[in-house]
């Protein structure tokens, strides 16, 4: 069964820090990953997926597949980045996600 | 703007008394779907329509039901809630075909209080 893991419910870090908030999941096929952002007050919107390979608000994320991680980094933590992150996986055409149990993320002036 | 809207924003039924949830979109998207997420935990679908065809999660007890009368709409149907029913609930719409999976727009939720 697909599976994703996020084993930090909660990071704190310091406004200018790097900040990496860890991933894996389990499939044994070929996973699309997403990360979903939830700021406060505001719906769970997409961040990025790994397909398009881009940088959104200087967040990136790359599928490792040996390590079966698709971990979400930025170099320099900003404030508005304090928000609910979940990583989620789909598979081939199936249309729907399984989530992870997500991290809170709170940037610490 | 085009967007997912759920209807109403808070919703407390009674024990036992049978509650509907609903959504709208103006995206035109083929596929709707509805997650249930209790406080600290992961969203978690419940089924989602691809047009008019249903298609349940195996873990989605029998007391959840749902409608899609029209691509705009889809109803959340709960027969008889329990305690354990009180959640938030998200709708969530996205394009389909392709081969590939695509971004899905969530609505703000709806909390569900049960007493």
């Known amino acids: 069964a697909q599976r994703v893991t996020q084993p930090e419910k909660l990071l704190s870090v310091f406004k200018g820090a790097p900040v990496e908030l860890k991933c894996n999941y389990s499939?044994?096929?070929?996973?699309?990953l997403f990360w979903y952002v939830q700021y406060s007050r505001q719906r769970l919107q997409l961040l990025l997926r790994?397909?398009s390979r881009e940088s959104i608000k200087g967040f990136t994320a790359d599928l490792n597949k040996g390590e079966t991680s698709f971990h979400l980094k930025k170099p320099f933590a900003q404030e508005e980045d304090s928000a609910m992150y979940y990583c989620a996986l789909s598979y081939q055409g199936a249309q729907k996600l399984v989530f992870g149990q997500g991290t809170r993320l709170t940037i610490n002036p | 703007d085009a967007m997912v809207i759920q209807n109403p924003r808070y919703q407390v039924t009674q024990f036992g008394k049978p509650v509907t949830l609903s959504c709208s979109q103006t995206l035109n998207h083929n596929v709707m779907y509805w997650y249930q997420q209790k406080s600290s935990q992961a969203p978690k679908l419940l089924f989602h329509y691809y047009d008019k065809d249903f298609n349940n999660e195996a873990d989605t007890p029998d007391n959840f039901q749902s409608r899609r009368p029209n691509t705009s709409f889809c109803f959340l149907d709960i027969r008889s809630p329990g305690l354990g029913d009180a959640a938030m609930y998200l709708c969530?719409?996205?394009?389909?075909?392709?081969?590939?999976?695509?971004?899905?727009?969530f609505g703000p939720g709806t909390r569900l209080t049960v007493t």
């Open positions: 499939y044994s096929g070929s996973p699309e």
């Open positions: 790994h397909i």
């Open positions: 969530a719409t996205s394009r389909g075909g392709g081969g590939t999976s695509y971004e899905q727009y």
